[in-house]
């Protein structure tokens, strides 16, 4: 069988009954964790501006903005609620592969705006969809074999995830459904200059591809036509931009292994990449009992790509001025992480990156590229990594950390989720109730159960709320 029209029925005829129960609860971590990590950005000014964005376009009032309540276009909502899911880049990622990718925060906002204006989209018609949206998202991900520290193509493909959600749910036949991907590939585009730089398009991506993805379907639903061989033609996507793909890593198991389900939960709101070295931090913290004022001096190893993307360059990294550097800064974060014994969403502020201690601590930090790790390792942007502490005292302590909490073999839980929700509800721009965020909670865990969305999108609004400081 041609592999685009395997790809093709794969979306449209993926059943919940037949979805692995592993990856169906997956999906609902997916969801609630897309909902925290917009929840916690919504008073970053990133979704601030997304906001206004919205409001300067507006349109045809029918899908939620998330916290706020305004309606928009199901377009553009998306392209808000998504840019807002991304603002801390707190939303989950898949670490299994060379490039890491972020497929949550792109297939479920446009999900839930379809499921918002169609009420007959079932919670457990939703999990399908972005079980197998996230599934199609991430095989197509770890098929790419070339790393974007190095070619400048940053996850090209996320445009299709989002498409194959948004064909499922608007009922596509699979002519229509083949013109959504030819017309998604008019607009997938990537680029790594952003994290070179710390701009404020690593959040905006998200919101343009997901809405590229709704809109690509839609395009196709009104009659719209697109090439049919967006990813194997002649000039397709394969042949244009990543010519040495693995096949076997997009199409073996299609349809039987979920990849979704072994997609990183992130405890902490920054690069994945900074995971190990952060969880290496707090373990020889609580172990030792020591506290940042102790701390002489770290040494950190890890490979060549994580080096690039958290270290690189070093001017930046060690003197982060703005939320987006920092967010990618492993000097940083394990300074933050050895003076307070946790990186939270408000030491990603921009009034904390000048605290004392953690400069101090900051600049007694030594990260290279350890030559074992490389050699063994070295092809991922998550590598492992070895941190040693010094303290005053005279003491040394070091540990490696190949796989910290959230990755798939160290897994997070849907309580683990929720735990996050109430964290990123102490951030967001609106205070929740708790009462809310517990039925937010309930309707997730059993979202398989619920006839219909109409009642959850209710409880994302804060109304009748004061805006915290920052706040809209």
Not at 1 to 11: R, Y
């Amino acid at each position: 069988m041609d592999p685009t029209a395997k790809i093709i029925k794969h979306v449209l005829n993926s059943k919940f009954s037949d979805i692995p129960k592993k990856a169906i609860e997956r999906a609902k971590l997916s969801i609630l964790d897309t909902l925290a990590s917009a929840i916690g950005g919504s008073n970053d000014p990133i979704s601030h501006a997304a906001r206004r964005f919205g409001e300067l376009s507006g349109g045809k009032p029918e899908t939620t903005v998330w916290i706020y309540g305004e309606k928009l276009p199901a377009g553009l909502a998306t392209l808000v609620n998504a840019t807002i899911s991304r603002a801390l880049d707190f939303d989950e990622t898949y670490e299994l592969c060379i490039n890491g990718c972020h497929a949550s925060a792109y297939d479920v906002p446009p999900a839930l705006a379809l499921a918002e204006r169609d009420p007959n989209i079932s919670g457990s018609e939703l999990l399908a969809a972005v079980s197998t949206a996230i599934d199609l998202h991430l095989r197509l991900a770890r098929s790419v074999t070339t790393n974007a520290v190095d070619t400048g193509r940053d996850n090209m493909v996320a445009v299709w995830g989002a498409t194959a959600v948004s064909t499922r749910l608007l009922h596509l036949d699979e002519e229509k459904t083949r013109n959504a991907f030819g017309i998604a590939y008019a607009q997938a585009a990537g680029e790594f200059q952003m994290y070179e730089e710390g701009s404020h398009t690593v959040s905006l991506q998200q919101g343009l591809r997901a809405r590229s993805g709704l809109d690509s379907a839609m395009f196709a639903q009104v009659g719209f036509n697109g090439p049919h061989g967006p990813f194997f033609g002649k000039f397709g996507f394969y042949k244009a931009f990543e010519p040495d793909y693995d096949l076997n890593m997009l199409l073996v198991g299609l349809g039987e292994e979920y990849v979704n389900a072994s997609i990183s939960f992130k405890p902490w709101p920054a690069c994945k990449a900074t995971h190990p070295g952060i969880y290496g931090m707090l373990q020889l913290r609580e172990k030792h009992k020591f506290s940042g004022e102790d701390v002489a001096g770290i040494e950190i190893g890890l490979n060549r790509p994580a080096e690039l993307l958290v270290v690189q360059p070093r001017e930046q990294k060690w003197g982060p001025r703005d939320p987006v550097m920092a967010r990618f800064s492993l000097p940083y974060v394990i300074a933050v992480a050895a003076a307070k014994g946790n990186v939270g969403i408000s030491d990603l502020k921009t009034e904390a990156l000048s605290n004392p201690l953690v400069r101090r601590i900051m600049a007694t930090t030594k990260i290279e590229i350890d030559p074992e790790i490389d050699r063994t390792n070295g092809l991922h942007q998550n590598s492992p990594t070895t941190v040693k502490v010094r303290l005053k005292n005279g003491g040394e302590y070091n540990v490696r950390i190949d796989k910290p909490f959230g990755h798939p073999e160290n897994p997070a839980s849907l309580a683990d989720g929720m735990k996050k929700l109430r964290a990123c509800a102490e951030m967001s721009a609106r205070p929740f109730p708790d009462q809310q965020l517990e039925a937010i909670g309930d309707f997730i865990a059993d979202l398989d159960k619920q006839p219909t969305l109409k009642s959850l999108f209710d409880l994302l609004i804060v109304k009748g709320s004061a805006a915290r400081a920052n706040g809209g």
